[in-house]
């Protein structure tokens, strides 16, 4: 059972990354995915979640409008698309799936996730 993260980079300001969570070993359409974000000596932060329920979508209230999570299901993948990038996007990237049901109260608590991605780098430049 595998899980990558990938598709980060080094964009300007404002710039466009698509960054993709691919699974093998296991459907991860039935997962809930989340993608969360650390910063070197802060907390890391719930960015956006795709429930494996009833299809809804949580999103950080600073990235809501700019990014946007969508499944690829021929890939058994999610991605999450991210525009208008800023600096304080700058982190390290991981995806994160759980077979437990998702609220709106905890899609953001990085403890309920049973599977990792190895994360990917994103930096954005001023």
């Known amino acids: 059972v595998q899980r990558q993260a990938c598709g980060g980079g080094l964009v300007q300001n404002g710039g466009s990354l698509r960054l993709s969570c691919a699974a093998s070993g296991f459907d991860l359409s039935t997962y809930t995915v989340t993608w969360f974000r650390q910063v070197p000596g802060k907390e890391r932060e719930g960015v956006s979640c795709?429930?494996?329920?009833?299809?809804?979508?949580y999103y950080l209230e600073r990235v809501k409008g700019r990014f946007a999570i969508s499944r690829d299901t021929a890939a058994n993948a999610v991605d999450l698309q991210m525009s208008s990038l800023k600096p304080e996007d700058t982190a390290m990237y991981y995806c994160a799936a759980r077979l437990a049901r998702v609220s709106s109260v905890d899609w953001n608590d990085d403890h309920s996730y049973d599977y990792w991605g190895h994360g990917t780098e994103v930096t954005v430049s001023s």
């Open positions: 795709i429930a494996n329920t009833v299809r809804g979508t």
